[in-house]
Each structure stands twice: as C-alpha cells, then as structure tokens.
C-alpha cells in the first residue's frame, strides 16, 4: 500500500496536479491506509478436541493452513500425515516454519518429524528428562 501511495504521488507530479490536488490526493491515499493497517486484529480463541471429534480437526487443519509470516509448532509428537502435508505446504509456499519436539518421540515409527528435517524445516528437540508434552502453534 505504500507503494501504491508513492506511486500515487509520482503520477501527480508526472501530470503536474496542482499542488490542492497534489495534496487531496495524498490524504485520500492516506486515509486508505490508515483504513487498512489500523484496523483491529481479530482475537480468535476455541478449544478443540481431537479425534474424537472430526468438526474439530477440520477446523485445526484450516486454521493450519492460515499463517501468512511465520509457523512456529511445539509439539509431543507429529502421527498424522494430513497435519504434516500441511506444515510442509505451509513452508513450501516460503513461510517460514519451525519446530520443537519430545526427543523421545521424535524418531518414533510413524513420526513425521524427519519429514519436516528432509524438508529443510527447522527442528529442534528438547533433550529434557521431562515429556515435553506442550501442543501449540
């Protein structure tokens, strides 16, 4: 949107705008702006249990595939393949995504933890005696 500001303006300049228009096209550039970056974030909260509860799961897998700038996943374990097709589109599209893992989990058969490693994701296990049994994203 900045650009499209600057942009904006150079075609005022490139037309010679008198300097009132100059001026009232900028704060309508302006004000498109502040429209846009000062709108309020929406603050979404829902607890969801799975697998018993496949309404739930969907809407995790939805929700996964929403980030825009980054993925950072703390997990006891990744088992289900369609939660990893989706980390691994996520950084396939340039996102970038990282992970920490139980050690104890995290060569586990079934595991897609080494999925993620061949990908080139960021892995980092936590080496504690304790399960690292934290789920959040």
Do not use: Y
């Not at 846009?36 to 496949?54: S, T």
């Not at 080494?114 to 994203?137: E, L, T, W, Y």
């Amino acid at each position: 949107l900045r650009d499209q500001i600057f942009v904006g303006l150079k075609k005022g300049f490139a037309v010679n705008l008198p300097f009132d228009q100059l001026m009232e096209r900028t704060q309508l550039l302006i004000l498109g702006l502040e429209r846009v970056c000062l709108q309020p974030v929406p603050q979404h909260h829902e607890v969801l249990f799975f697998p018993d509860d496949p309404e739930s799961f969907t809407k995790f897998i939805n929700v996964l595939k929403t980030p825009t700038q980054s993925m950072d996943i703390c997990v006891f374990s990744v088992t289900d393949d369609r939660i990893a097709n989706v980390v691994l589109k996520v950084h396939q599209k340039g996102i970038p995504v990282r992970v920490i893992t139980d050690d104890e989990r995290a060569e586990d058969q079934g595991s897609d933890i080494q999925k993620f490693r061949d990908a080139g994701i960021p892995v980092r296990i936590d080496h504690s005696p304790n399960h690292m049994h934290h789920k959040f994203c």
